[in-house]
């Protein structure tokens, strides 16, 4: 007989301290990407030519191009310092049959390498 009374009574107890808990919302802020400086896209560029297979013949970080050939194609890469202080990446290929594709896969090394 006191048995249910005392299951009802813990169950009671019970759930009037579980109102007392209190669970906020995370609180959500704003994070602000720096562009990569040209330090870091120059090097993840010559990385990427390399792991790409282009045999770098001319580098020019003053003026942020990197010349190469691979299966016939004349590779180019070029890096623009951008006004806001980011930098534009162009990749080029021509000369080979396949020019897109190597361009992707360069494109696709140099993604990989800057970490996206």
Same mark, same amino acid.
Not at 9 to 28: E, H, K, M, Q, R
Not at 68 to 93: C, F, M, P, Y
């Given at each position: ?21 209190? @669970? ?6 704003? @994070?602000?990407?720096?562009?990569? !400086?040209f330090?870091? !896209? ?5 990385? $990427?030519?390399?792991? $790409?297979?282009?045999?770098?013949? #001319? ?15 004349? @590779? ?9 202080? !980011?930098?534009r ?12 594709g190597?361009? #992707?896969? @360069?494109?696709? $090394? ?7």
């Amino acid at each position: 007989m006191f048995a249910p009374r005392r299951l009802a009574a813990v169950a009671l107890f019970s759930l009037v301290s579980l109102t007392g808990c209190v @669970v906020y919302d995370p609180y959500a802020y704003q @994070v602000q990407q720096q562009p990569a !400086s040209f330090d870091r !896209s120059w090097d993840a560029a010559m990385g $990427a030519m390399q792991d $790409a297979g282009v045999n770098v013949g #001319n580098a020019d970080r003053g003026a942020g191009m990197i010349q190469g050939r691979k299966d016939g194609s004349d @590779v180019t890469l070029r890096l623009n310092r951008q006004a806001d202080g !980011s930098v534009r990446v162009e990749i080029n290929a021509k000369g080979g049959g396949n020019d897109q594709g190597v361009a #992707n896969v @360069v494109n696709a $090394a140099y993604e990989r390498r800057m970490g996206r």
